[in-house]
């Protein structure tokens, strides 16, 4: 059975691999998953049809045979729990990694996000350069504290897990900002998880989902 | 083997069970696990001690023999694996339960807690008039996607979960705001979460550490 997940048509992040399907392709890479994807459109994401799968009207999604599921982090771990290689075997260490996988998504994506779309959505207002500043501090923090903890490790727990894939996913959105060149240690990690080939093959999937809609 | 969580030796929510220990508290109760609680100073939160069970210095945190956890939604979802009765036997139905989880703590908070930290933080800029306007209407959006989706249902999923425990406390913390006023779905969501008696007694157990540091 072939899972299907849900894409954008034409990315807002012009196919840098910054969508949320990104993590979702690169985990069903890691563990030798084919699947296939629908790509919506924006007027799509918010069509009943949709929002029966997707209550939020986001994407990605994941079909595989009764089981319909959202949220990319959620979708990952389904990947990694039903395939050998992306989560420890004890009982223990899998709880970690899990950890991981929330404190990417709940502590560390938030104030990447924000900052983001204030560059977006509040770039013309008079407080932006005001309100960047206390954004930047926020994401500087838990880059200071994340890169304590990846000091002396290559990945987040023992061996890579699927808690790397959603936090490089996560950090790769910092890409342009300057905070990555800021943060050496950080850098080499997202390095690391880019290096994978399972990375580059989701990486050039969703690329040339792009182009083509480009061309 | 009792396990200990962390909490706030002095919440700043001031007892209203807005704090994140209170997931992992009512996850607890829910399933009749006893627990001891080691309460923290905001000093003792940043120092090295603290800080290698909790990289980014925060509460809870949850140890059980050899293995200590973070992350609020993480300690709920260990809780509700190695307890009956807080996730579905089927492991499709398990998923779904964990995308709720994912979506509560990534999809739904981020914006609640953005606007409180407006509110918090920015209450004397030139700017928060605005700036609220857009943060209200955002949480609008996840509120009415929300609410699309709890209108024919009691709880997220077919029962009664973790993702309830996880979602009711993220909801709570709009308590004042106004906006649950406005959407008597949810409301009704929150106060069925409410009116169970484990929610009572890990409200009440929250609620008497902020009163002792009082007193």
Redesign the interface.
Known sequence: MIPTITAFAQSPDRGRGLARDMAVRWALEEVGQPYEVRLLSFAALKEPAH?ALQ????IPTYEEA??????S???V??VA?QHPGLLPHST?AR??A??????A???V??PI??RSMALL?EAD???HA??LT?LDERVRT?LD??S??LAYRDWLEEAFSAADVVMVTVLRRLGGSGFLEEQPTIASYVARGETRPAFKRAFEAQRAVFAAAEA
Do not use: C
Not at 55 to 58: A, K
Not at 66 to 71: K, M, R, Y
Not at 98 to 103: L, R, S, T, V
């Open positions: 929002r209550p939020f009207g986001q009764a089981l319909t599921l959202f949220e982090a959620a979708i771990l389904r729990e223990d709880a970690q899990i950890a991981w996988m929330f404190a998504k709940s502590t994506e938030p996000v924000e959505l207002r008079p407080w005001e309100r206390m838990r504290d994340l304590r903890w």
